[in-house]
């Protein structure tokens, strides 16, 4: 069955860390992949996404993933986290065949330590 | 639209009632999705419609959840004899849908928190 997998449900990092949230799909197939995020009441707003070309990706606010077939790995990365990073992060997939819905991950909760 | 507008944004039921859920996709998006977010958890997908084509309802829980959607416009999720396990938040988002745009992802509506009491 199709799958994603965030390891840690939870993180904590230092401000001005580096911040790293695991993201792994199960699938033969390269799917698409996106980075969601979520503050504190409010909804989830696109971080960034793969779809083809560069494996490495940037999105808004300093954030990057990069995509490594071998490894069926999509992990967020950010230099130098920031308190304003505090939120909910959703890995998400969308199969490039047959169903057209997207396959979200559990979440991992960011927390930025001052 | 601008975005995706839900409404209402918080709903209080008892158990037993039936509850419509509202969804506004943002105009010339094809793709609708509904999505359930229990406090804790992550996304679970409900059902999706795209164009005039028949919708993937796969994940659609039980016979008491229901979804229609009239061409690309709006679109409501009805919850009939609501239980206390579908308090949850309720998220719709579109897309442009398939072929172009296809790999944009979604834009969220801010949600519907469904709390049955």
């Known amino acids: 069955a199709q799958s994603v997998t965030q390891l840690g449900s939870h993180v904590s990092v230092s401000e001005g860390a580096l911040v790293l949230l695991r993201c792994n799909y199960s699938?033969?197939?390269?799917?698409?992949l996106f980075w969601y995020v979520q503050y504190p009441n409010q909804g989830l707003q696109l971080l960034l996404k793969y779809t083809t070309g560069a494996t490495l990706v940037k999105g808004i606010n300093g954030f990057e993933a990069e995509f490594k077939k071998s490894e069926t790995s999509f992990h967020l990365t950010k230099p130098s986290a920031h308190m304003s990073d505090a939120a909910e992060y959703f890995c998400?997939?969308?199969?490039?065949?047959?169903?057209?819905?997207?396959?979200f991950g559990t979440g991992t909760r960011l927390k930025v330590l001052a | 639209g601008a975005g995706v507008s839900q409404s209402p944004s918080n709903k209080v039921t008892e158990k037993g009632k039936d509850v419509e859920l509202r969804c506004d996709p943002i105009s010339g998006h094809t793709a609708l999705y509904w999505y359930r977010q229990r406090l804790g958890q992550g996304l679970e997908f409900l059902i999706y419609?795209?164009?005039?084509?028949?919708?993937?309802k796969s994940g659609l829980p039980s016979d008491r959840f229901s979804a229609e959607r009239t061409g690309e416009s709006v679109s409501t999720l009805t919850i009939q004899r609501t239980q206390q396990e579908d308090s949850a938040v309720y998220l719709c988002?579109?897309?442009?849908?398939?072929?172009?745009?296809?790999?944009?992802?979604?834009?969220f509506g801010s949600g519907t928190r469904l709390t049955v009491v």
């Open positions: 419609f795209q164009g005039n084509s028949a919708p993937d």
């Open positions: 699938s033969s197939v390269p799917p698409y």
């Open positions: 998400a997939v969308r199969y490039t065949s047959g169903t057209y819905k997207y396959i």
């Open positions: 988002a579109s897309s442009l849908g398939v072929g172009e745009g296809v790999g944009g992802g979604y834009t």
